[in-house]
């Protein structure tokens, strides 16, 4: 090839590839802008430093027990570990537990027509939403019927039936116990809930009731952690 | 022989450092040019080998057929029609052609070499 014809080809060449790669770059998905004003991400660095701060608590009680274990005698010790056992069972739902709280009984609502009315039936979307409402309201303990609630109960819609840790529930009326640390706040809120109107569009009436000492049952089942896994996190400052 | 690949690898480079982005409305006609582009670069080598390379069209046709195509997919957007699809119909059947043509030169070329060392060994 002669010397002009391989220099212009070249040129040719730099355009297109110039050409390929503005292409190659537009086509790609652009980087999503941060569009948060400003007191959005001053309520945004809030939350992260309480999230510190509650971590912070959390390590420094953890920094207690093992200050405990190092400087207690063996019988202490055991001792130590029978307690966060103990704990641990609690807060895993597998024991009984006894408090103040709300009961909720769900009923069905009747009216007087001509109408043929069904009888209505509990769906797993009411309780997934009554449940997350009670979760944000301050329950710590909810029981559906003889159902505990833990962190891995499963809420299926199973042949026309609704399962709480995978046993129907009976049909209506339904008793829901939950324990609470402050009840009456609890109280308070369900009065003016969302899941109120929500149950009343599927003629279901929720009525609460306070009360001092209610026993919420345990968890009988297998809690299930074959896919539990540590997560193994590299802490700052560690290497 | 490789400047003109050296070329190409430069500009992707240049390209990507200088970091530009067109509007999405526009990409269709970017990509319709760079098929055009190719169809150039691919009838140009072509050419090469037939020897029948002639830098004023090459130039021209460049330039005229990334411009064409770029009119054919406005013209197209305007009129409600998929036009570019025309373009790129087009340009994709050259290629092959080109693209064919280039490997039947290649493999001539290549017979034509060995059958010259056996008749040399001869």
């Given at each position: 090839?002669?010397?002009?014809?391989?220099i212009?080809?070249?040129?040719?060449?730099?355009l297109?590839?110039?050409?390929?790669?503005?292409?190659?770059?537009?086509?790609?998905?652009p980087?999503?802008?941060?569009?948060r004003?400003?007191?959005e991400?001053r309520?945004?660095?809030?939350?992260q430093?309480?999230?510190?701060q509650?971590?912070?608590?959390?390590?420094?009680?953890?920094?207690?027990?093992?200050?405990?274990?190092?400087?207690?005698?063996?019988?202490?010790?055991?001792?130590?570990?029978?307690?966060?056992?103990?704990?641990?069972?609690?807060?895993?739902?597998?024991?009984?537990?006894?408090?103040?709280?709300?009961?909720?009984?769900?009923?069905?609502?009747?009216?007087?027509?001509?109408?043929?009315?069904?009888?209505?039936?509990?769906?797993?979307?009411?309780?997934?939403?009554?449940?997350?409402?009670?979760?944000?309201?301050?329950?710590?303990?909810?029981?559906?019927?003889?159902?505990?609630?833990?962190?891995?109960s499963?809420?299926?819609?199973?042949?026309?039936k609704?399962?709480?840790?995978?046993?129907?529930?009976?049909?209506?009326?339904?008793k829901?116990?939950?324990?609470?640390?402050?009840?009456?706040?609890?109280?308070?809120?369900?009065?003016?809930s969302?899941?109120?109107?929500?149950?009343?569009?599927?003629?279901?009436d929720?009525?609460?009731?306070?009360?001092?000492?209610?026993?919420?049952?345990?968890?009988?089942?297998?809690?299930?952690v074959?896919?539990?896994?540590?997560?193994?996190?590299?802490e700052?400052?560690?290497? | 022989?490789?400047?003109?690949?050296?070329?190409l690898?430069?500009?992707?480079?240049?390209?990507?450092?200088?970091?530009?982005?067109?509007?999405?409305?526009?990409?269709?006609?970017?990509?319709?040019?760079?098929?055009?582009?190719?169809?150039?670069?691919?009838?140009?080598?072509?050419?090469?080998?037939?020897?029948?390379?002639?830098?004023?069209?090459?130039?021209?046709?460049?330039?005229?057929?990334?411009s064409?195509?770029?009119?054919?997919?406005?013209?197209?957007?305007?009129?409600?029609?998929?036009?570019?699809?025309a373009?790129?119909?087009?340009?994709?059947?050259?290629?092959?052609?080109?693209?064919?043509?280039?490997?039947?030169?290649?493999?001539?070329?290549?017979?034509?070499?060995?059958?010259?060392?056996k008749?040399?060994?001869?």
């Amino acid at each position: 090839m002669k010397k002009k014809h391989l220099i212009l080809v070249s040129f040719i060449c730099l355009l297109t590839g110039i050409m390929i790669a503005v292409q190659f770059q537009s086509t790609q998905i652009p980087k999503k802008r941060d569009t948060r004003d400003l007191w959005e991400v001053r309520t945004a660095i809030q939350e992260q430093q309480k999230l510190q701060q509650s971590l912070y608590k959390q390590i420094e009680q953890t920094d207690q027990t093992i200050e405990k274990y190092d400087k207690q005698t063996e019988e202490e010790k055991l001792q130590t570990i029978k307690n966060s056992i103990e704990n641990l069972t609690q807060e895993a739902g597998l024991t009984e537990v006894t408090g103040a709280g709300v009961v909720l009984t769900i009923e069905p609502i009747f009216v007087e027509s001509d109408e043929l009315q069904q009888y209505p039936s509990l769906t797993p979307d009411h309780l997934n939403r009554l449940i997350n409402e009670l979760n944000s309201f301050g329950a710590k303990e909810i029981a559906i019927e003889n159902e505990r609630i833990t962190n891995l109960s499963p809420i299926r819609y199973v042949n026309g039936k609704t399962y709480v840790n995978n046993q129907p529930l009976p049909s209506l009326p339904i008793k829901i116990l939950v324990l609470a640390e402050n009840p009456k706040k609890l109280f308070d809120y369900l009065q003016v809930s969302n899941s109120k109107d929500n149950f009343a569009i599927d003629a279901l009436d929720i009525t609460a009731t306070l009360e001092d000492d209610i026993t919420l049952p345990k968890y009988d089942g297998t809690i299930n952690v074959k896919w539990i896994k540590v997560k193994e996190i590299e802490e700052a400052g560690e290497n | 022989m490789w400047l003109p690949a050296l070329f190409l690898v430069v500009g992707i480079l240049l390209g990507f450092l200088s970091n530009i982005t067109i509007p999405e409305e526009y990409a269709n006609y970017l990509s319709i040019s760079v098929l055009a582009a190719f169809d150039t670069l691919f009838g140009g080598i072509r050419a090469h080998l037939e020897n029948k390379f002639d830098e004023k069209i090459f130039i021209s046709g460049f330039f005229f057929n990334v411009s064409l195509a770029a009119l054919l997919a406005f013209l197209g957007v305007q009129l409600g029609i998929d036009l570019y699809l025309a373009a790129v119909f087009a340009f994709g059947v050259r290629l092959f052609q080109n693209l064919s043509i280039i490997r039947r030169c290649f493999m001539e070329n290549l017979s034509k070499h060995k059958k010259l060392e056996k008749f040399k060994r001869k």
